[in-house]
């Protein structure tokens, strides 16, 4: 998809990476340029994309994506979650109404943890086709991911409940993914870890979300012990089913210059890795 920068009143403020809002075929959409540091161009825009596809496998609820450009510059275009009228009421501003003392202005908080978020989300509803689901039971299901995908940026504005005019709320899709599959490797670190397992497997524990105080494995079952069994039964299912394959043909449609063969290999592996970390996770839980 090519864009155009109109200069829109409404650019989007939230986060570090610049970004603005677009209309295309009726909707509007978000577009966010990929960032910079001395070895080129981050990976954010096709990490974006194969989680995305990968939430799809998972059957979550998940912000459709595809792969833009701006003026020659790489990123991602992102379909807003919610309808014209109604509006996205994010995780700070949910922890802040749930939470006493929460800052809602205050990234990086003490209170931000798996147990304040399942308080914030009682009594609110998933999403169709989960509407028998609890917020939270489907919202276990996006930490799940995030522990298999290696990402590292669920912090709380990048999720939330959508509101219709009404004032009734349910659980959004799951968006903003970019920081995750290895993203951000070097290119040199990318050759390491293909070749030596050992060395992969130490890399993926390291992981962590930078607003968490546990990692991403320990985060997920965590929330899996905070949710109803056939939720819980159904999201492991869903882990245990995941084809690696289709996610493999996903890569082979993005052009060879946004993600090389060596990068697709590694985030595979990634993926491969941490459902094995997670399956034992939830056994052990």
């Known amino acids: 998809m090519d864009v155009e920068n109109h200069g829109d009143s409404t650019d989007e403020q939230m986060g570090s990476k610049k970004k603005f809002w677009f209309s295309s075929d009726e909707s509007r959409w978000l577009f966010k ?10 990976g954010e825009d096709w990490a974006e994309c194969l989680v995305h596809v990968v939430a799809r496998l998972l059957d979550l609820p998940s912000a459709c994506v595809c792969l833009a450009k701006e003026g ?35 990234a990086r908080n003490q209170l931000y943890t798996v147990e304040n978020i399942h308080r914030s989300l009682q009594g609110f509803p998933a999403p169709e086709p989960y509407s028998c689901w609890s917020a939270f039971d ?7 991911m995030d522990a298999l995908v290696a990402a590292c940026d669920r912090h709380h504005e990048n999720w939330g409940l959508i509101q219709d005019g009404s004032g009734r ?23 390491r870890l293909l070749k030596d397992e050992a060395e992969l497997v130490k890399w ?15 985060v997920a079952a965590e929330a899996f012990r905070l949710i109803a069994q056939k939720p819980r039964e159904y999201l492991e299912g869903r882990l245990h089913d995941l084809d690696t394959g289709d996610v493999a043909v996903a890569t ?24 094995r970390r997670l399956s034992d996770a939830f056994s052990d839980g």
């Open 33 to 42: 340029y990929v960032r910079l540091n001395d070895c080129g161009e981050l």
């Open 138 to 144: 489907l919202f276990a299901g996006y930490l799940m």
């Open 72 to 106: 020659g510059r790489r990123g991602v275009a992102i379909k807003r979650v919610h309808g014209a009228e109604e509006q996205l009421v994010h995780g700070n501003e949910l922890l802040a109404e749930g939470v006493e003392g929460y800052d809602k202005a205050e």
């Open 204 to 218: 993926v524990r390291k992981g962590r979300n930078r607003y968490f105080r546990a990692r991403p494995v320990e």
């Open 252 to 275: 082979r449609g993005m052009p060879e210059e946004v993600l090389s063969e060596e990068r697709a290999r590694l985030a595979i592996k990634i993926i491969e890795t941490n459902r």
């Open 169 to 191: 709320r349910w659980l959004a899709p799951t968006f903003d993914h970019g920081n995750a599959l290895g993203f951000a490797v070097r290119m040199e670190d990318v050759t």
